[in-house]
């Protein structure tokens, strides 16, 4: 029997899923980016700040340091992942994650070829890569040294040397590379996960790395549609044979479930179907960072988080995600210090002025 759902409940379940609700014992920083499925860091401090806001009370809980630390002991991964941007991943679920973008093979594709380079040269940078990364640590300039010098290719220094690591990211999808740990001018390097991450088990088979990642993400921001699930990990471009079967698998396997959200069939786990039946109120005020999972875990089109008349503020020039008011389930406002712009003035100011206080921007 398929259960029916209210998107208010739905919501408001996401935000405690998603430890908005701040768990009286504060959170291994590992354990929150497991929860969330990741953390996109594209910029460092708003990671950093996306772990610290699920905490009890600033200071109780992990800040920047205990990031880093977990970054240095390799319980945290950093390297491209959902959308082809930079995100921590959990070590132990990141060969997952890099599988499943990976089996999209975008850079197969011959737009792609055409604007970077080809499928063989692509092979050559990997094997190139493998090599020099081997139990070595290695910038950015050095990596494509290495890799320009043993792949015979020195039209390729261009496309290793760019700072948004197009050409790169492929080579993380594949597991050839991860970020290393920063160099000692804090320029970005990076490394062999095989020999660096501890336990580092390859990437799966595709379909087994699927039984992972969906789960994960339904179970901070389920109910949601396949469709859904893959603007979030790719960009929409996983093959599409290839996602009804990833999801065919789970549900008739058990683990996951339809449900009926206001007339709309999603996925949901089911393991969570009692709770989201059960769903409480959460009417607490969040101020959270840049880049927050909260936002990008439904993704800026989704109209029931974003209100769209207000989505070009939250989602803004060359990617830029706003800091953002949460109340109820859904973005309400952004910020910025002091300065708080309300999309919804049923907010409590209360709570904004709590979280202001927390944050000491007042």
Avoid: N
């Amino acid at each position: 029997m398929t259960i029916s759902l209210a998107w208010d409940a739905v919501l408001m379940w996401r935000s405690r899923q998603q430890w908005l609700h701040r768990p009286a014992e504060a959170a291994d920083p590992v354990a929150v980016v497991e929860r969330l499925a990741g953390v996109q860091a594209q910029v460092t401090s708003a990671a950093e700040q996306a772990v610290a806001a699920r905490q009890p009370e600033p200071g109780s809980g992990p800040g920047g340091e205990d990031v880093r630390a977990a970054l240095r002991e390799q319980r945290l991964v950093k390297t491209w992942a959902a959308r082809g941007t930079l995100h921590l991943l959990e070590a132990r679920q990141a060969p997952a994650h890099l599988a499943l973008i990976g089996a999209a093979r975008t850079w197969e594709k011959g737009s792609w070829q055409k604007t970077f380079v080809t499928v063989a040269q692509m092979e050559k940078l990997a094997a190139a890569a493998h090599e020099a990364l081997d139990g070595r640590v290695l910038t950015r300039e050095q990596l494509t040294t290495a890799v320009v010098e043993h792949a015979g290719a020195p039209d390729l220094a261009e496309h290793l040397a760019s700072g948004w690591g197009t050409v790169l990211k492929p080579l993380a999808w594949q597991g050839v590379l991860v970020h290393g740990p920063s160099a000692d001018d804090r320029r970005v390097t990076f490394t062999r996960p095989d020999t660096f991450v501890p336990g580092w088990t390859g990437l799966p088979d595709p379909a087994e790395a699927a039984r992972v990642v969906i789960p994960a993400y339904l179970g901070a921001y389920g109910p949601a549609s396949a469709a859904t699930f893959d603007q979030w990990l790719c960009r929409g471009a996983s093959r599409k044979a290839a996602l009804r079967q990833w999801f065919a698998g789970l549900l008739a396997d058990g683990v996951l479930a339809e449900v009926d959200v206001e007339g709309e069939r999603l996925f949901a786990r089911a393991e969570d179907l009692e709770a989201l039946e059960g769903a409480r109120d959460f009417d607490d005020v969040r101020l959270l960072p840049a880049f927050d999972q909260f936002v990008l875990g439904p993704g800026t089109a989704d109209a029931r988080v974003v209100p769209p008349e207000h989505r070009a503020q939250v989602s803004r020039a060359a990617g830029w995600i706003s800091p953002v008011v949460a109340y109820r389930g859904r973005v309400a406002g952004v910020w910025d210090g002091a300065e708080v712009t309300l999309f919804d003035e049923r907010v409590p100011r209360a709570g904004i002025e709590a979280e202001q206080r927390r944050l000491k921007v007042i």
